[in-house]
């Protein structure tokens, strides 16, 4: 019931769908459905509430339970999301499996662990998948589903639909990778703006402006292969255009970096006179990034329907 299995239960309960919220402790159950309360009722004052429902209808479908094996009878869809431990999510997961029948899916939150770490083994593997969403999950609707190599393909089938049905944006990888898809993508421009900061190239301030009002810009509506097809006559012609000085430019890119020295101190004291490291200013801007992806939701939203 911490921040991610929250906002699950939030996303679920707008689809419509009874959700049973399961802990080990009542206070921290007592306290997600405090926090659950205040923000569904914050989100329908200010007319982001999603789902047709009202927020209370929303919350009469949320109940909370200490007992594993009460919290999943019934279950169509599990949805696990404890620390990202690999031996405590394999403990849940083999509890899981001694407990449910032949239809449910067991499925994880995991943003690295491989479905191949996490499931093998278990007697009910083909039932299990990986569906990773993005933090927060109730205002980002991508959601990664991984397969593990025994995974049926009616599993995968059935957590894209109902993925679907509650507003999210699935997507579908063929087969497992170290950091799925988006981890890759992330991380490879990471890496880089680690590397144009520690160089001297750019200012820290200046490198997130260069993304936020850049390339940010249209990746919030195009991804990059589309962006690709637009910037030229298709795919093909970008290609013939631009190869060339891809790679002249790839070819520079350096090692991957340590994460650690210098550029460590000139990213942190940079941010952190822009985002004082104290709780009070973190969870400031995270609220105002939260207000960000909100209206832009709706926006996209809006978008797609006109």
């Not at 239960?9 to 205040?38: C, S, W």
């Not at 025994?150 to 679907?164: C, Q, V």
């Not at 699935?170 to 087969?175: A, I, T």
């Not at 940079?270 to 209206?295: Q, Y």
């Amino acid at each position: 019931s911490g921040l991610i299995g929250r906002s699950w239960a939030m996303v679920f309960a707008a689809g419509g769908l009874r959700v049973k919220l399961y802990d080990i402790a009542q206070e921290q159950l007592t306290t997600a459905l405090e926090n659950i309360r205040k923000q569904m009722k914050e989100m329908e004052k200010s007319g982001v509430l999603k789902g047709a429902l009202s927020a209370e209808q929303q919350l009469a479908l949320i109940s909370v339970c200490t007992d594993l094996k009460a919290a999943v009878e019934g279950a169509t869809f599990i949805q696990e999301c404890t620390p990202e431990n690999l031996e405590l999510k394999k403990k849940i997961f083999g509890q899981l499996d001694l407990i449910v029948g032949d239809s449910v899916i067991l499925s994880s939150s995991t943003s690295c662990l491989l479905p191949s770490k996490l499931f093998t083994g278990l007697k009910h593997v083909k039932q299990c998948i990986v569906s990773h969403p993005v933090n927060p999950p109730y205002f980002v609707p991508l959601v990664e589903i991984v397969p593990h190599p025994e995974t049926d393909p009616s599993t995968t089938e059935r957590t894209y639909a109902l993925m679907k049905k509650i507003g999210q944006s699935p997507v579908k990888l063929n087969r497992e990778i170290e950091g799925f898809v988006l981890n890759r993508l992330q991380y490879a421009v990471i890496s880089e703006a680690w590397r144009l900061v520690g160089e001297g190239v750019i200012s820290p301030t200046d490198l997130d402006l260069v993304m936020s009002d850049g390339l940010g810009m249209r990746y919030a509506f195009i991804g990059p292969l589309e962006t690709m097809h637009l910037n030229a006559e298709g795919v093909s012609s970008y290609c013939e255009r631009y190869a060339e000085g891809m790679k002249l430019v790839l070819n520079t890119f350096g090692p991957v970096p340590e994460f650690s020295g210098e550029t460590v101190q000139k990213v942190n004291q940079a941010l952190s006179e822009k985002i004082p490291v104290v709780p009070k200013a973190l969870d400031a801007r995270r609220k105002w990034r939260d207000e960000c992806l909100t209206g832009l939701a709706k926006l996209k939203t809006q978008m797609k329907s006109d």
